[in-house]
C-alpha cells in the first residue's frame, strides 16, 4: 500500500517560482533515491532531475541551474524548487521513487507558465 502524491503545482507567470513536493507514504520503503519528470503536451515524458538517498542529485541540462531537486529521508518527501519558469516548462510533472523493491510514480502535478 503505498501511496506518492505530488503537490505544489498552478500557474506562474514566466519567471516566476514554485515548489513542488512529493510525499511517498508506507512501510520499509528502502528508498534508493528520488526523481522528477515532466510529460508537456504531445511530448513524450521527459527526465528532470534525481537525487540519491545519500543526497546526490542529477539534472537535466534543460533545467540545470533554474531547478533544485531536494529530499528528506525521514519523511520519504521530495522537493523541485523551480525558478526562473519558461513557457517551455508547462507540462505536469511527475514524481517517481526508487526503492530497492519497486518503482512507484505519482499522480502528477500541473505547472502551467503562461502570462
Known amino acids: 500500500q503505498v501511496q506518492v502524491v505530488e503537490s505544489g503545482g498552478g500557474l506562474v507567470q514566466p519567471g516566476g517560482s514554485l515548489r513542488l513536493s512529493c510525499a511517498a507514504s508506507g512501510n520499509s520503503l528502502s528508498i534508493i533515491a528520488m526523481g522528477w519528470y515532466r510529460q508537456g503536451p504531445g511530448n513524450q515524458r521527459e527526465f528532470l532531475a534525481t537525487?540519491?538517498?545519500?543526497?546526490?542529485?542529477r539534472y537535466a541540462d534543460s533545467v540545470k541551474g533554474r531547478f533544485t531537486i531536494s529530499g528528506d529521508n525521514a519523511k520519504n518527501t521530495v522537493y523541485l524548487q523551480m525558478n526562473s519558469l519558461k513557457p517551455d516548462d508547462t507540462a505536469v510533472y511527475y514524481c517517481t521513487i526508487n526503492s530497492r523493491r519497486s518503482n512507484y510514480w505519482g499522480q502528477g502535478t500541473q505547472v502551467t507558465v503562461s502570462s
Open positions: 537525487i540519491t538517498s545519500g543526497g546526490t542529485t
